[in-house]
């Protein structure tokens, strides 16, 4: 199975704060349709996970443009550049071009 | 709109099945793929299984032999079927659509006697 991991594993930041998270895959996420199946996720406190990026890049409809991803291969980012409140949680990413599908072990996000 | 909404016991005893519906609407199961997913208290996420548009199904290698996912298109409901549920199955149990851009609120099931 392809093992996701997460760095840092948290994350202390202040408001207002670029911050970036790392997923790195143990296999090429690169599907033979030339498309990469890499997603991130956003779990606020006691609320299921959002979508906020697919396809590495791509922002979902209503997330806001501090958010952008970036990455191919194996080695993908999600940068948030200026932290607001509402940011605060737990980040997941997750893959889609393999069988099973698998997460990363998650990033917490909180207040410095 | 699209949702998805998990139900199902709480309170499981140990040994015993494990049965969830996820009931979802606004969204075709015939055109789109359902996916499980649980997160046990205070950790991460595991993708259990899903049951594709076309009804195949597949599942996460180290839960295979105790799971089951299938659906009832006429109701747009999916069910997760587990047996032999011990204590490290309580979890927060999760339905989510395709590509998981789509999620139910999930449900809490906790497994004790």
């Known amino acids: 199975d392809v093992v996701l991991t997460q760095t840092p594993p948290t994350l202390s930041a202040t408001i207002g704060q670029s911050v970036s998270i790392s997923c790195r895959s143990s296999?090429?996420?690169?599907?033979?349709?030339?498309?990469?199946?890499l997603n991130w996720l956003l779990q606020r406190p006691g609320q299921p996970p959002q979508l906020l990026i697919y396809l590495v890049s791509r922002l979902e409809s209503g997330v806001p443009n501090r958010f952008s991803g970036s990455g191919s291969g194996t080695d993908f980012t999600l940068k948030i550049s200026g932290v607001e409140a509402e940011d605060l949680g737990i980040y997941h990413c997750?893959?889609?071009?393999?069988?099973?599908?698998?997460f990363g072990g998650g990033t917490k996000l909180e207040l410095k | 709109q699209v949702q998805l909404k998990e139900s199902g016991p709480g309170l499981v005893q140990p040994s015993q099945t494990l049965s969830l519906t996820c009931t979802v609407s606004?969204?075709?199961?015939?055109?789109?793929?359902v996916s499980w997913i649980r997160q046990p208290p205070g950790k991460g996420l595991e993708w259990m299984g899903v049951i594709w548009s076309n009804g195949d199904t597949d599942y996460n290698s180290a839960i295979k032999s105790r799971l089951s996912i299938s659906r009832d298109t006429s109701k747009n409901q999916v069910f997760l079927k587990m047996n032999s549920l011990q204590t490290e199955d309580t979890a927060m149990y999760f339905c989510a659509s395709s590509n998981f851009a789509y999620w139910g609120q999930g449900t809490l099931v906790t497994v004790s006697s």
């Open positions: 997750v893959q889609i071009t393999h069988a099973p599908r698998t």
């Open positions: 606004g969204l075709s199961s015939t055109s789109n793929s």
């Open positions: 296999q090429s996420l690169l599907h033979s349709n030339g498309n990469t199946y």
